[in-house]
């Protein structure tokens, strides 16, 4: 019953998320970096299940440092960057400027 | 070989569904019905729908357990709900239709489109990296109407309606409100040929 019902919704259901490899980073480059918005985005948005200290998100997908940000870093993108709103959970996204911002900076790296 | 007491507590506990069921199997009823689920959360904007079973083994003509369920999808974060729940269960015919209540507990796994389609065949099983493990109370009520008798029980329709609190808000909105529409069959043992 579950598969059959999720193959019809996956099949009917809208297009599939943007991907980091669909996001070419600008040719100038970012002007965003880790100290400037990376570690306030993840502090703010994310590590309330995500930090090491927290409870909830497994232990595989820590955001403390910004090792482990780029370790995940086509999976955030995935997740929560740009059009991507499946993150964090519930209605209460972060703003479109953040989440393109957050796209920006993960497509040219997270320097 | 000397064994500890609490072995013999802890086959009592283990033996006792068995023995319950075995005594009772002979008179117990057993009613399934499938159908199809809408559901409402604590979310806004965040109505959906999917499908639904009921199963219910009936040990004695007004009590019985119940499990449920369903496989649902939210709108929030496009989600797939799968719900499992576990209940005990009353009974109490008023004329042809048959009313029931239940109080059980749920674990349900929330997870959205993006996350199955990260990893699908672990999200079948719900072992992906992306499903949110939830538990939660539930407390419902069954209406079945018959429609047609066969040797040994009958033919019904059901509509259902249950809430679901969450233990926590962090993975997924506080509550749920459900409603369902099912056909499903009775089938007393008590009238089974021997």
């Given at each position: ?8 919704l ?13 996001m070419?980073?600008?040719?100038a480059g ?7 918005f990376?570690?306030?985005?993840f ?7 995500h ?24 999976r ?7 059009p991507?709103?499946?993150m ?9 400027d953040?989440?393109?911002a ?10 | ?10 086959r009592a ?5 068995l ?10 009823e057993l ?5 199809l689920?809408?559901?409402?959360t604590?979310?806004p904007?965040?109505?959906g729908?999917?499908t639904t ?5 009936w ?8 499990f ?12 797939f ?34 996350a ?10 719900g ?6 493990h939830?538990?939660?109370g ?32 962090d993975r ?5 409100i ?7 069959l ?9």
């Amino acid at each position: 019953m579950r598969a059959a019902l999720v193959l019809v919704l996956v099949a009917a259901c809208g297009p599939a998320p943007l991907e980091l490899a669909d996001m070419p980073c600008p040719p100038a480059g970012t002007q965003l970096t880790y100290a400037s918005f990376g570690q306030a985005f993840f502090a703010e948005r994310c590590n309330a299940c995500h930090a090491s200290a927290a409870n909830g998100a497994p232990a595989a997908y820590r955001f403390d440092t910004l090792d482990e940000v780029r370790t995940h870093r086509a999976r955030i993108f995935v997740r929560a960057a740009g059009p991507n709103d499946s993150m964090p959970p519930g209605p209460d996204d972060p703003p479109a400027d953040e989440r393109d911002a957050l796209a920006e900076w993960l497509a040219c790296g997270a320097p | 070989m000397p064994v500890a007491p609490w072995c013999h507590m802890r086959r009592a506990v283990l033996l006792l569904p068995l023995l319950l069921v075995s005594h009772t199997a002979a008179a117990g009823e057993l009613a399934v019905d499938v159908g199809l689920a809408a559901t409402t959360t604590a979310w806004p904007d965040d109505s959906g729908g999917g499908t639904t079973i009921n199963a219910t083994w009936w040990f004695r003509s007004w009590l019985g357990a119940s499990f449920v369920g369903k496989e649902q999808y939210a709108p929030v974060d496009e989600r797939f709900l799968s719900y499992f729940s576990l209940n005990a269960a009353a009974r109490r015919s008023v004329g042809p239709v048959r009313i029931a209540g239940e109080l059980g507990v749920v674990h349900q796994h929330e997870e959205p489109r993006a996350a199955l389609m990260d990893q699908p065949i672990e999200s079948l099983f719900g072992v992906a990296d992306g499903t949110r493990h939830r538990a939660a109370g539930r407390a419902g009520v069954h209406v079945a109407l018959p429609f047609a008798h066969h040797g040994h029980g009958d033919w019904y329709v059901a509509l259902a309606v249950d809430g679901t609190a969450f233990a926590e808000a962090d993975r997924g909105p506080r509550w749920m409100i459900g409603g369902g529409l099912a056909v499903g069959l009775r089938y007393d043992f008590a009238k089974a040929p021997r």
